[in-house]
């Protein structure tokens, strides 16, 4: 599977799990980062160490290891 830290820009996905421990776990439901919630990826430094995503009309910045955690299949399957 997918995980955002692999998603190129404007590239859409919808989220099947969050690996992520809390406390960042929780920020991240609580910002609509939930399964099934489509993502879509806006922007992503060159390195590749923060992510833009939208997620319900809602910009979220997100670290690598944020993007890491979050596993999501193609808005198409």
Do not use: C
Not at 55 to 72: C, F, G, M, Q, Y
């Amino acid at each position: 599977m997918k995980r955002i830290s692999d998603l190129e820009i404007d590239e859409e996905a919808i989220v099947t799990k969050i690996f992520a421990k809390e406390p960042v776990k929780g920020r991240l439901l609580s910002m609509g980062i939930v399964k099934g919630a489509k993502v879509k990826v806006i922007a992503h430094t060159l390195a590749r160490q923060t992510w833009d995503i939208l997620s319900n009309n809602t910009k979220v910045a997100l670290r690598d290891e944020e993007a890491s955690s979050i596993e999501v299949k193609s808005i198409y399957e």
